[in-house]
């Protein structure tokens, strides 16, 4: 596969792994998430240290799903070294990867993960906090966006039931229930 050699960005200079996503291809959901972190280069998979532990808990607990049944990718496939935010320039080279991915698995329901992901598949530069609570179309799909699960283990209580109430909402649309979406445009204005 071309990105497990990829050399597009600076990234390519430090990760141990190329992460480049897990799951079921075939799957009505996606998450994406924001980049691998050090447990995640080490492993080769996402969401594998504690945000992704978190993320399965909550994946049972709200949608009684499983890891295994949805597709889980991030915006960049490389780690950021220490943990810091993906650059633009990193993030417009890994793009392609991305869209090719959601063009595969053709998910139902896309479910972003903080700030980066939600603002990249939305194109705009409204923060994750505004965004969330809502449905938007992301082509024949629709795109639920909710707390990084990283930010939701600093965050407490509060952080915690809205990405619940996230979840839920995004496997009543997986359902097949009705997804009553707004645009970004409505949400920033
Ligand atoms: S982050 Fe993406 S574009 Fe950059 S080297 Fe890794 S796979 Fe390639």
Do not use: E, W, Y
């Given at each position: 596969?071309?990105?497990?050699?990829?050399?597009?960005?600076?990234?390519?200079e430090t990760r141990n792994s190329v992460v480049f996503g897990m799951?079921?291809?075939r799957s009505d959901l996606m998450f994406v998430g924001e980049g691998p972190g050090a447990e995640e280069d080490r492993q080769g998979l996402p969401f594998?240290?504690?945000?992704g532990k978190l993320l399965d808990r909550l994946m049972v607990e709200e949608m009684g799903l499983t890891r295994e049944t949805a597709f889980i990718a991030n915006v960049v496939k490389c780690r950021p070294p220490d943990n810091r935010d993906p650059k633009p320039d990193e993030i417009e080279s890994c793009r392609p990867y991305l869209e090719e991915q959601i063009r595969i698995?053709?998910?139902?329901?896309?479910?972003?993960?903080?700030?980066?992901?939600?603002?990249l598949l939305l194109d705009t530069k409204v923060g994750i906090t505004k965004l969330r609570g809502h449905a938007y179309d992301y082509g024949d799909s629709v795109l639920v966006?909710?707390?990084?699960?990283?930010a939701v283990l600093r965050g407490g209580g509060a952080a915690m039931a809205n990405m619940?109430?996230?979840?839920?909402?995004?496997?009543?649309?997986v359902s097949g229930g009705h997804a009553d979406t707004i645009t970004v445009e409505a949400i920033a204005s």
């Open positions: 596969m071309q990105a497990l050699r990829c050399t597009k960005c600076r990234l390519c799951g079921d291809p594998v240290g504690r945000s698995v053709d998910p139902r329901v896309i479910i972003t993960l903080g700030n980066f992901s939600a603002r966006p909710t707390l990084h699960p990283a619940r109430a996230d979840l839920v909402r995004a496997k009543m649309i």
